[in-house]
């Protein structure tokens, strides 16, 4: 009896002592991944005797950022001293980590250390700890949560010095309050550069204490909000300009105090010498004289009006940007001024006198080197101030000026390397890949916007040093940017909508190494990190959960594919038009359609659904699932059951650019046609347009052709203004035939009475051909 009463008790305390090893040894997900992370056994709580020790007055500051999370969600009041040995938090410098940002973590259940060699390392340590603890610390309301730290051990460091976001108030004024809550949001995934787009065409945004006009003028235009971007008309004489707004110089430097202290450099950019009506509203004379027309701040794209840009030939200029340059440097505590350089028309240059002048003095001989005398010039005004220019990578269009630093958009950012042949650094943020403007999910369910898709997993995974680069530039790559411009932005929650979840991606490019990726992994992480923005009540996106389909023919009828970016999620979906639900049938192949039918589809995880729901009416006629033939890659969206949106990039129309469109369908038999109608998309502020003529031939044998039926517009019919869908039609008595060919010919050049797209090449876009 006595054996087995000590056996039982033996069991007990090895059980209890096997319980207290494991305890909370589970795996964390942290955003971005930390370099090397080891859990050890047991946690850390934090609790009413918990105190901080720093060395210095300036880790106090890091140190009270955190102590106010657990005060305002725990009720405890954590004391900061400075050298106390006994603290069971404790800051302690290490300057062997050198590398900016480095820091080393260790928890045990008994106390935290952190160490590092500056501030930033320090602050990026509390981060992991704050992404460690519930995400209830970020309410701002007492829960009575219990702050639990897993013990763990993390050394950690940066790949890029410069992990960036570029923010664009021009086009949208974003309140104060709102740029502060997206400091915050980035602060925590380690993002260090905050880059504020503070002018263009649609707005000047900041004080300059000498030219107050860029306030009283440049910060207003018509409200045009109503309207896409691309569809909003210019400023009319008597309109008034209510809408915009400016920070002061006050505001910037409390601006700057929030961001500083959370480790955020501010970089402010003034565009020059184009996107620049805003200030040329506000100081006309400053313009080219052979401007004749009256310059407005723009509300929209502007048309021909984007053409006006700062004079190149008047030292009124230069001593115009010299004194905003003065007010900038005293302002912004940054190295870095950034002064763009992108997109200059070069309209009025190449027939202004002063231009001209200017050219023959300096032994210009190209309209491109006078903007590469123009930034030069800039630029070595800035370097006087013991500062540094960067500019958009247009630059590279003449000779960099000395010492600029070069950021890559266009495309995939390659004309940076341009630059990097020639020895200056440069910054990547391509346009195809990290431009947050750009779609973040399936085009359904999306915000409107323009261009096409940059989805989380594509940020994720980019790399932003190629292996077919010149190895010398890899030292040169200084970091990499998200940018977010807000032409589709109304109020703050729609930029932060488009920004977040993905800038914790870019977090992952900027701060990880490429080699460490797990796109299972990082869902985890980002999954926690989205539980802190859900607590700070962020309306974030949750485009990933939403389903991309795609539809092909077959020849017979349709094949349909259904993917979703989670890889943690299953596809449900229903033929029968009914709402998916947890008892659907589980989407694992691709389905095959053969009639008219309803597909609808979600996202479940845990039993609960994710995303949005697909919603597929699949519309039979003769020639859906037939094959086509001919010059374009996308043909096979004309009879793949799907019709196309407004939206001409939601991959459901076949559009081309500045060329005709040739191809035959086969509708694998002999049919009886009455009626034919092809989808045709106007899209007038993207200048897409009807096609200038379309022609229909018939064969039964798929070598001669006869004349069927041919349409042509006139250029009224083809530039109507907006934004609409309608359908072509031709009308036959009982033909039968099986091959039909479409000759469609391009509108060419978009006339100059066209508003938004003068000069430009139209394009057209077309969707499904509908046989009755």
Known sequence: MIKTLLSIILFLVLSVLHSCNTENKKDIYITPRPSELTLKNGVFTINANTSISVENKEQVKIAELFTTLIKNSAGLKIPVYENNDKAEIRLITDNTLTKEGSYILKVTKDSIVIKASSLAGFFYGFQTIRLSLPSTIESGKITGIKPEIPAMSISDHPRFEYRGLMLDVARFFMPLDGVKQVIDCMSMLKLNKLHLHLS?????????????????????????????????????????????GFYTQDEIKELITYASDRQVEIIPEIDVPAHSCAALASYPELACPNVKKQITVLPGLGGRDTEIIYCAGKEETFKFLYDIIDEISELFPSIYIHMGGDEANKYYWKTCPLCKNRMEKEGITNVEDLQGYFMKRVSEYIRTKGKTMIGWDELTNSTVPEGTVIMGWQGYGDAALKAAEKGHQFIMTPARILYLIRYQGPQWFEPLTYFGNNLMKDIYMYEPIQKNWNKDYDDLLIGVQASMWTEFCNNTDD????????????????????????????????????????????????????????SIPTGNGIKISLESERTDVEIRYTTDGSEPNISSYIYSDTLFISRSTVLKAATFK???????????????????????????KDEYLLTNGVRGSLRESDFEWCTNYNSNNNFILDLQKNERINKIKLGCLTNYGMGVHKPQSIKIEFSDNGKEYTMAGKTKFSDKEIFKEGNFVEDISFEFKNIETRYIKFSIENAGEIPPTHFMRPGQFSKFSIDEIIIE
């Open 200 to 244: 263009d065409d649609t707005g000047w945004r900041l004080e300059i204490k000498k030219y107050p006009k860029l306030t009283e003028v440049g910060a207003w235009r018509v409200n045009r909000s109503e309207l896409p971007f691309y569809e909003r008309r210019n400023q009319q004489p008597g309109e008034k300009a209510t809408y915009g």
């Open 495 to 550: 930029v932060i909508y488009q920004i977040f979840p993905r800038l914790a991606a870019l977090a992952e490019v900027a701060w990880g190494d490429n080699d460490k990726k797990d796109w299972n992994t990082f869902q985890k992480a980002l999954d926690n990190y989205l539980e802190h923005l859900d607590a700070k009540n962020v309306k974030y996106a949750k485009s990933m959960f939403n389903i991309q389909h795609k």
């Open 606 to 632: 845990d039993k609960k659904q994710m995303g949005q729901t697909l919603d597929l009416n699949l519309n039979f006629n003769k020639a859906t699932g037939k094959l086509i033939s001919g010059n374009n």
